[in-house]
């Protein structure tokens, strides 16, 4: 156990939809899919335009490496293939499917043959499951681990963003489901323990699954105090664990695996049904939004189609946010797909969504005090002007998991999380430099 907290913010919680179970979306006209959803390369497309598709359909092959395949949750025909723009800029493949609304099941659906460690990740790689926290790294990848590594599997059920429900539900509706995906990682893995976050704020969720995991041996509910950023991965480990994990290193390397609620439920799943990943639970909410409330929807669906679903706007909207409003990421196009890893679309008026005047620093110290890793962003801030690598370094930018806690704690106003994100870049760049530099030297 922990001997001390890390630091962090209070936030407003606002977690207007954590009483509303999901609904189900009409089956939109259109989806439009992208082969790259997760980290590492992309997904390659195996069907082509004029094709027919049922759901749970593979319309694209785990590409070479770290990869996870992509599936339908639709039929309908194959439109295009097309490039769209992701959310980071990036253009990237996706497949563009005219839906039917007949909704028929493709009959590559059967439930997979586990009976061991190797055919429980083998049926995890074709579940096109990846991280559904936010991360997006393909679980299969995360639990092939060596054997004896790891000793505990620390469950993320923090869901320390405000707005976002869409891990309550899943915590409250499919509490037998996350026991079950977390028994079968922990038997097939060979790992003892477990360790199940859950924020105070979710008193519901803490009962619940202390009820589901009441016959799991090595099993712990931990009821965590409700601070952001409480699922950051390093923090989660500290308060669950006391493990710290340095710069650079990975809970693996402390013998620990993180695994998010709602990923726990799909493995679970697929191993039940043989449904690969085909929808998400996506809460919907924000000031703009004129009936919130927590959908299921096909991967692929556009914000446009998720919006219409909850009424439309009760006014224009000023930002829309894929996320949460401490990480999420501005949308600028209503057509942009929902993803697998996709949790939350938040809309704004501009009264909430107005960028406060930037002002001079004033010296406070509330941006170091609140920054769980106590990093010291206008030192960080400095040296990014500077260009200064060695300093970056030194300040030890890159443990910085971009939290914004620094940005909302300012009086100043000052957008410190977006220097620190380029000083990060920075340092890479000094970094390659530098070790071309020792290369040619020696």
């Known amino acids: 156990m922990p001997l001390f907290s890390l630091s962090g913010v209070h936030l407003k919680h606002c977690k207007n939809t954590a009483k509303m179970k999901p609904e189900r979306i009409p089956t939109p006209r259109l989806v439009t899919i992208p082969v790259s959803m997760h980290i590492g390369a992309p997904a390659l497309p195996c069907v082509a335009v004029g094709d027919e598709v049922r759901v749970g359909q593979k319309i694209a092959e785990a590409g070479a490496g770290l990869s996870s395949p992509v599936y339908s949750g639709v039929s309908g025909k194959v439109k295009k293939l097309d490039e769209i723009t992701a959310v980071n800029g990036a253009q990237i493949r996706a497949v563009v499917i005219e839906c039917d609304g007949e909704q028929t099941l493709s009959e590559t659906v059967t439930p997979p043959e586990v009976s061991d460690r190797e055919s429980f990740l083998s049926a995890l790689r074709e579940s096109g499951i990846v991280g559904l926290g936010g ?18 599997v620390v469950v993320n059920g923090a869901e320390c963003e405000p707005y976002i429900t869409s891990d309550t539900r899943t915590m409250l509706d499919e509490s037998e489901l996350v026991a079950e995906g977390l028994s079968l990682v922990m038997k097939y893995l060979a790992i003892p323990n477990a360790i199940f976050g859950i924020e105070k704020n979710k008193p519901e969720c803490i009962a619940k699954m202390k009820r589901e995991t ?3 041996d090595g099993v712990q509910i931990r009821a965590l105090p409700s601070v952001y950023p409480q699922g950051g991965e390093k923090v989660l480990v500290y308060h669950t ?22 990923t726990l439920a799909a493995i679970a799943k697929y191993l039940r049904t043989g449904m690969p990943l085909v929808e998400k639970c996506v809460t919907v909410d924000g000031s703009a939004v004129k009936n919130p409330r927590n959908l299921i929807v096909p991967i692929g669906t556009s914000v446009r189609d998720v919006i219409e679903a ?3 706007f009760r006014e224009a909207p000023k930002k829309i946010l894929s996320g949460g409003p401490m990480m999420g990421v501005a949308l600028v196009d209503l057509d942009a797909p929902v993803l697998k890893q996709t949790n939350a679309v938040l809309a704004f008026g501009e009264r909430e969504a107005m960028t406060p005047k930037e002002t001079a620093c004033i010296r406070c110290g509330k941006c170091l005090e609140s920054c769980p890793f106590s990093l010291a962003p206008v030192a960080i801030a400095k040296a990014y002007e500077q260009n200064d690598g060695a300093m970056l370094e030194k300040l030890k930018v890159n443990l910085c998991m971009e939290c914004g806690c620094c940005s909302y704690i300012c009086p100043a106003k000052r957008n410190l999380v977006q220097t620190n994100r380029l000083a990060k870049a920075a340092l890479k760049t000094y970094q390659i430099k530098k070790k071309e530099n020792e290369t040619r030297g020696s």
Request: charge should be neutral; glycine fraction near 18%.
């Open 241 to 262: 664990t006391g493990r710290v994990i340095g710069e650079g290193k990975l809970p693996l390397d402390h013998g620990v695996i993180v695994i998010n609620c709602t």
């Open 214 to 216: 009441a016959a799991l």
């Open 135 to 152: 991360a997006g790294f393909p679980t299969a990848v995360k639990l092939n681990v060596p054997e004896g590594r790891v000793d505990t």
């Open 310 to 312: 909850c009424g439309g």
